[in-house]
Nanobody
């Protein structure tokens, strides 16, 4: 099974920034939509942000719109999640996700499911 390798989590104060990274195989990167989910303690895993296989379409959850930015570097087979103006409620384990699709409707793509998950990285926002 294809692997997704995440990095970049940690402890940050409210209002601060962090960048998460997720490395994938070349084959996956050219044919999969990539995204980020998160799971806070006691809550269900939720979608955060996604980008289509082409990089042309982006989609964000309302809770992070305007604060988080997803991007992909095709040369490095890596997708990033830039998180700014972090709030205590952003505290969660963040998971990289991939779904095979050459479509552009990112929200719909991830509603249908996820083919591959990363191991998760903990983000703690606290003073």
């Amino acid at each position: 099974q294809e692997q997704l390798v995440e990095s970049g989590g940690g402890l940050v104060q409210p209002g601060g920034s962090l960048r998460l990274s997720c490395a994938a195989s070349r084959r996956m990167f050219t044919t999969y939509a990539m995204g980020w989910f998160r799971q806070a303690p006691g809550k269900e895993r939720e979608f955060v942000a996604g980008v289509s296989y082409s990089g042309e379409s982006l989609y964000y959850a309302d809770s992070v719109k305007g604060r988080f930015a997803i991007s992909r570097d095709d040369a490095k087979n890596t997708v990033y999640l830039e998180m700014n103006s972090l709030k205590t409620e952003d505290t969660a384990v963040y998971y990289c996700a991939a779904r095979y699709s050459r479509g552009e409707a990112v929200a719909r793509i991830f509603e249908l499911g996820v083919d591959n998950w990363g191991q998760g990285t903990l983000v703690t926002v606290s003073s």
